[in-house]
């Protein structure tokens, strides 16, 4: 069974940092592309970063840019999302998503974590 | 304000067809494919279409997609009542401002 982790996510004060871990099992983790898409609370989706099998392509939404650092570890079947200088529209829920490939960042995302929330306040 | 464009709201009662409209541009959906998800209420979102009309494994085929030019068009025919949810379109985005996956607002469909 293909299953994805978050942690990581707590209260933070603004204009400080949180790493976000995702741990992958089920699929072989070097075989996709990863993102994390985040969703603020009542509120709809919102994409905040993309990463292909083998970081190779890298992509971020315009509003976390030289903010948020995507990374991955095909080693450990993980995913991370450093995320520094955090504002209070940051505050939301983070998921880590499976890529239908492995070297677009354009394919759809297949598989979705439960999500961990991030609070800046 | 979301770059992809859906009615907030949408209705329709058991065994009904609906319809969820989603308004691009040539940068997203007029150059680009478009995929649906569901979110079920408290859940993760779930992909339910893939590159316009491409069904999952184990998505039931009363669930089509289509796209035509700027649009794209999600269709549920005998509408049951687990398909209340959140619907969002996205699409990848080619903008001259950078490039990245956007999605539409997001549409609540209620069965009565």
């Known amino acids: 069974e293909v299953r994805l982790v978050e942690s990581g996510g707590g209260l933070v004060q603004p204009g400080r940092s949180l790493r976000l871990s995702c741990a992958a099992s089920g699929f072989t983790f070097d075989d996709y592309g990863m993102h994390w898409v985040r969703q603020a609370p009542g509120k709809g989706l919102q994409w905040v970063s993309g990463?292909?099998?083998?970081?190779?392509?890298?992509d971020y939404t315009d509003s976390v840019k030289d903010r948020f650092t995507i990374s991955r570890d095909n080693a450990k079947n993980s995913l991370y999302l450093q995320m520094n200088s955090l504002r209070a529209e940051d505050t939301a829920l983070y998921y880590c998503v499976k890529s239908r490939g492995r070297v677009s960042l354009r394919l759809a995302f297949e598989i979705w974590g439960q999500g961990t929330m991030v609070t800046v306040s | 304000q979301s770059v992809l464009t859906q009615p907030p709201s949408a209705s329709g009662t058991p065994g009904q067809r609906v319809t969820i409209s989603c308004s691009g541009s040539?940068?997203?959906?007029?150059?680009?494919?478009v995929n649906w998800y569901q979110q079920l209420p408290g859940t993760a979102p779930k992909l339910l279409i893939f590159?316009?009309?491409q069904r999952p494994s184990g998505v039931p085929d009363r669930f089509s997609g289509s796209k035509s030019g700027t649009s794209a068009s999600l269709a549920i025919s005998g509408l049951q009542s687990e398909d209340e949810a959140d619907y969002y379109c996205a699409a990848w985005d080619d903008s001259l401002n950078g490039q990245g996956w956007v999605f539409g607002g997001g549409t609540k469909l209620t069965v009565l």
């Open positions: 590159s316009n009309n």
């Open positions: 040539s940068s997203n959906i007029g150059s680009n494919t």
């Open positions: 990463i292909n099998w083998n970081s190779g392509s890298i």
